[in-house]
């Protein structure tokens, strides 16, 4: 994990200093206009951020179902990344949503199960944080319910009105814009990777502090 | 008689609520707008603050991470010296 730490960070931050130039070079929505190049982050961020739950989500099953205390430390690591991630994608959204829309927020079935999930994410690291010894099999349960709300965020434009975009932007996306956003998308994933893995680190150590607590 | 009271209170309702709202006056002549430019939001900004508190935000985190990591190999360092002693 620690190898392949630095090659990764170093690859994302290449990425990312290219990144603003392709954004730049994308070409402009025909009703949004400029300001739908805030979806060369936004998206990209709630992609981190799902990926996150996920691993959440089944790391917690894992530590329930098999009491592997390593899942948990996978668990708490990527329950944290998706919360950071999440934040990135709630605040980029509304100002994105301001010219769009008119408004900064609306109680949408999209908007509303993100923040949904994203409070998800909020109980869980509050309950690892201040729920004492024990909480790590409820806050894993907690885990579950947020892996089970990913798939309704991400259909729920498809299902409901709604005034956000449909998942299908994204595959229809024209030759101009889609090289920027899975540019985009990779950059992110690999900053997500490697803020996991060094989260995770910090995890582990705090596993040892522990022990070694216990030893002596 | 009843249904003589709910109709006389209906009729009063009726005409009672939209009265007591105090309509605006009505408008008498349309003024036209002299700089309509201003009156349209700016995207850039929008756009800006998006990215700049993206950065912001995964740049406080990467801080926070950088942090709690220093300190827990302090913490570590100095367990292991405290167990060093005891060992030997």
Not at chain 1, 125 to 133: C, E, Q, V
Not at chain 2, 35 to 45: C, F, I, N, V, W
Not at chain 2, 51 to 70: D, E
Request: aromatic residues 12%; positive net charge; proline residues 6%.
């Amino acid at each position: 994990m620690r190898t392949l730490f630095l090659p990764t960070i170093l690859l994302a931050v290449v990425m990312f200093v290219g990144a603003p130039w392709l954004i730049d070079n994308a070409p402009m929505e025909s009703t949004m206009g400029f300001v739908q190049k805030i979806f060369y982050f936004h998206v990209p961020a709630w992609f981190v951020m799902f990926a996150a739950v996920f691993v959440c989500g089944i790391a917690g099953a894992i530590h329930v179902f098999r009491r592997s205390a390593a899942a948990d430390l996978v668990a708490v690591t990527a329950a944290e990344i998706a919360a950071v991630f999440g934040i990135v994608g709630l605040v980029t959204g509304p100002l994105w949503a301001r010219k769009a829309w008119g408004v900064w927020w609306q109680w949408d079935a999209r908007l509303t199960s993100a923040l949904i999930l994203e409070l998800i994410l909020f109980a869980y690291l509050l309950l690892r944080r201040y729920g004492g010894p024990g909480s790590e099999k409820l806050a894993s349960g907690v885990a579950l319910f947020g892996m089970a709300n990913v798939p309704f965020v991400y259909w729920s434009v498809n299902v409901w009105r709604t005034l956000h975009p449909k998942t299908t932007v994204v595959p229809s996306l024209g030759p101009g814009m889609r090289g920027a956003f899975w540019w985009c998308v990779l950059a992110f994933m690999l900053l997500g990777g490697a803020l996991f893995a060094a989260r995770l680190r910090l995890e582990c150590l705090r596993a040892r502090v522990d022990e070694l607590y216990l030893e002596h | 008689m009843k249904r003589l009271v709910v109709a006389i209170l209906l009729a009063s309702t009726l005409g009672v609520l939209p009265a007591a709202r105090q309509p605006q006056p009505a408008q008498e002549e349309f003024v036209p707008v002299r700089d309509a430019e201003t009156e349209q939001l700016p995207a850039a900004p929008l756009v800006m603050s998006a990215y700049a508190v993206a950065w912001l935000l995964i740049f406080l985190y990467v801080w926070s991470l950088w942090r709690r990591l220093n300190k827990v190999e302090r913490e570590l360092a100095e367990l292991g010296q405290r167990a060093t002693p005891k060992g030997r």
